[in-house]
């Protein structure tokens, strides 16, 4: 069974550009999660979608940062315009069922390198 | 709140040695899940061991095994005969069923298996 995809795996971008990663969850995963990781920490949670649906974006700086889940399958995470520190490693991971309990299954991340 | 806490930032042993990472958690559920998450060089996050509040008995799995223990919040991992293979960061993370069901991360160990 293929696991979570994620691409780009690498993005080097200067600031002030737009830049997009896709991610394509495990096959039947309803659950959906981006979350962003800073050199030297544990990852730290974004965005969840339950299917199409975003029911936590509490974490997701709106001001910049937008995602997608159109069909309640593959997803899409924006920043726009990108700024110095956004560099980081974006992760997205998916789980069977909501509400938590389930484990989340991580894709390899993309790193971003804003200059 | 929830958190997780990893005391020991990086480790360095030397191959075939014993090595336990520790983990400390709170939390203010009173049901709750525990993980284990690996993380390569490569940058994915491999899930190890997920645990349940109510099940308190240790867990072996091959050279590595997890000692839950509600008395002191901790969920520590330990992995017996280190191999160079093992080199990694390792993370700790918790979910509450009850509060945000938001999957809160340590900060990461850094282990570093020498030949």
């Known amino acids: 069974e293929a696991g979570v995809v994620q691409s ?16 394509n969850p495990i096959s039947g995963h309803n659950t959906l999660y981006w979350y962003l990781q800073n050199l030297g920490q544990g990852p730290e949670l974004l965005i969840r979608y339950e299917n199409e649906e975003a029911v936590d974006d509490s974490q997701l700086p709106k001001d910049r940062f937008s995602a997608e889940r159109l069909k309640g399958v593959d997803s899409t995470l924006k920043i726009q315009p990108a700024e110095l ?27 971003l390198l804003v200059l | 709140a929830q958190k997780v806490t990893q005391a020991q930032t990086e480790i360095s042993v030397v191959e075939k040695e014993d090595v336990t990472l520790d983990c400390v958690y709170e939390t203010r559920d009173t049901t709750y899940y525990l993980f284990w998450y690996k993380q390569p060089p490569s940058g994915e996050l491999v899930f190890l061991i997920r645990r349940n509040s109510f099940d308190e008995q240790n867990e072996i799995s091959g050279r590595y095994s997890w000692n839950f223990q509600k008395s002191t919040s901790s969920f520590n991992f330990t992995i017996t005969a280190s191999q160079v293979v093992d080199s990694a960061v390792y993370f700790c993370a918790l979910i509450g069923i009850q509060g945000a069901q938001k999957l809160v991360f340590g900060q990461g160990t850094r282990l570093t298996i020498n030949p």
């Open chain 1, 85 to 111: 520190g956004d560099s980081a490693v974006y992760l997205c991971a998916s789980s069977s069922e909501p509400g938590g309990q389930e484990t989340q299954y991580f894709g390899p991340g993309t790193r």
């Open chain 1, 8 to 23: 780009p795996r690498y993005k080097i971008i200067e600031k002030k550009q737009p830049v997009a990663f896709w991610c």
